[in-house]
């Protein structure tokens, strides 16, 4: 059997180099941006109509309103599937995506086109979003459980027992109890909803993935952009490592606007849909077509922004967090390899 070519080796090293930094990338954007998630989260849902949810004037209320009665609990929820999903998620789309990019590169001596890394970038949002629709989901779920909730929380009563190890510090008792609430919530959504429940909120999600495609293609056009005057003024070869994480940070702010602006109804769809169903196990919104319906009735085109003010302070700091430790996890991994 013939050996792998050098090419093919460092054409494979790199996609799992791309999945790494993708992934590290996923986890420091969601530990440092998770209550805004919450906040943002909750204004989705709440049409005025619904009594489980307390009401908030404004992100900062929302966030003071949650830390003093619910405390960090509260502010946190959901937390580890969001680390999950978000960890998941961003390893898997960085990794389809290079390798969608390399494919369509393929006989090509010029760049790629901006329709190209659209279609690369769409590629690899309709996969994740297949891949990692039922975290989102338990995410979504265990962030509107509050004290005003009627149906049964999700509390690990049929998940994992941790007799026996409460003893060995209060660091793994919080760590099994996360296991247990996200264990009992997959649990509960099986019983009581079947596996499709898993799947609520699919349609708005791929929808969602054209929120990639246009900031991974923005963000690109951009880079090169920003190289092309940086080389100018440096009289150098226009290639990335002219650009510094202050660059990278401007870059991934202004093209998760950009997305934003475009893709943020899509969002509030699926957050509705996604809600947990009442005492009668009957779901508020029956598709994407009656949410729309019913928030274009009720709402009225501010329906489908509510929450976009915690989003743009969660997601534009988080963009610039995401793509400076990617580019410069993407660039350590670089120099090791020229060591080896």
Known sequence: MAAASPSSTESTRWQWENGFAGAVAGFATVAAMHPLDVVRTRFQVNDGRVSHLPGYNNTPHALFTIARYEGLKGLYAGFYPAVLGSTISWGLYFFFYSRAKQRYSKNRVENLSPGLHLAAAAEAGALVSLCTNPIWLIKTRLQLQTPLHESRPYNGLHGLHVSGVLATGLE???LVYAFRLNDDALRTILKEEGWTALYKGIMPALFLVSHGAIQFTAYEELRKVATNIKSEKSSSEATPEVLNSLDYAFLGATSKVIAILFTYPFQVVRARLQQRPNRNGIPRYADSWHVIKETARFEGVRGFYKGITAN??????????????????????KLTRRDV
């Open 312 to 333: 743009l302070l969660k997601n534009v700091p988080a963009s610039s967090i995401t793509f400076i430790v990617y580019e410069n996890v993407l660039r350590m991994l």
């Open 172 to 174: 793994l008792k919080k």
